[in-house]
């Protein structure tokens, strides 16, 4: 009976030391991200260190007529164009609300954030709302490796769960840039809709490498393409990137707790676009 209890004890403390080392490593993951908005916020500050080499940095805004554009930085280059915000405006960015999966030494961020640009000789202040995707990697402490820019779609308002009005009743100062842009409705998407991916504009995509999504559809055994050996399910990815498990009706028993874990263990997708806004989409897998 003690032999017993030891190895119960033993086991215990095991999974304790795990879920712990797993809790401390996303509390350092995001205390580098508080330290890259610290920064970002702060004038003369640069902004690279906070970034791997080679990292990518993706911007997604809109015109006054509601056309999407993308522009894509280095590290470096980002850090230029900020600086050069900084000639004319005080910067300050706040993450509201923040998603976070971690997969190894990957984490993903999905956050939606505040920047707010006072004027540096008259004092005027814009608020822009936008949603940031974050790609973290272990080098050398944590560290970005991608990061998604995309402001608000003046059509589209970012959702109350994203942006919830407990948190944000008190940001009332200044004028939204969003607000300011949007004269008329324009929505052609239908935002209570599942959309196949041929329906999409943009098809999600997992962040990193091809061979990180390619890696974990190995080690389920699962594909894209159809097999007389594996059975379908369905996958559908909400506007904020997060993957649930939805159509199972083909799957048995263990079929259905493989293919559950296999969904638990993805980091948060880059969200399908439709009509210049992330839309709520479906992909068809099979799992042997």
């Given at each position: ?17 795990a ?32 970034f ?18 993308i ?34 030494g990957?984490?993903?961020v ?17 608020n ?77 995509v ?5 061979s ?29 990137g ?47």
């Open positions: 009976m003690i032999l017993i209890r030891l190895h119960i004890t033993i086991l215990v403390l095991a999974l304790l030391s879920f712990n080392s797993k809790a401390q490593e996303v509390d350092n993951s995001i205390n580098a991200l508080d330290k890259y908005f610290s920064t970002s916020s702060t004038s003369g500050q640069s902004i690279t260190s906070h791997t080499n080679g990292a990518i940095v993706r911007t997604i805004t809109y015109d006054e007529e509601g056309i999407q554009i522009n894509s930085f280095s590290a470096s280059a980002f850090n230029d164009e900020i600086a050069l915000l900084r000639s004319d405006f005080h910067i300050l960015q706040e993450p509201v609300v923040l998603l976070n999966q971690s997969y190894g990957l984490q993903s999905f956050c939606s954030v505040r920047t707010r640009l006072v004027r540096l000789d008259n004092k005027d202040t814009l822009v709302r936008s949603i940031h995707s974050f790609q973290l990697i272990q080098s050398d402490g944590w560290k970005i490796q991608h990061l998604v820019i995309q402001n608000e779609n003046p059509w589209s308002p970012i959702s109350d769960d994203l942006w919830p009005k407990e948190l944000t009743a008190s940001i009332r100062n200044g004028k939204n840039i969003s607000e300011s842009q949007a004269s008329e409705p324009f929505e052609t998407y239908d935002p209570n809709k599942v959309y196949n991916v041929s329906e999409v504009d943009e098809a999600p997992y962040p990193g490498q091809k990180l999504f390619q890696d974990l559809m190995k080690s389920f055994d699962v594909t894209l393409q159809e097999d007389e050996s594996h059975s379908p399910f369905i996958i559908e990815i909400a506007e904020d997060l993957a649930s498990l939805k159509y199972v009706n083909d799957l048995s028993g263990s079929q259905m707790e493989s293919a559950k874990s296999f969904v638990n263990s993805m980091l948060i997708w880059f969200p399908a676009i439709k009509d210049k806004a992330s839309v709520r989409c479906k992909m068809v897998m099979y799992i042997k």
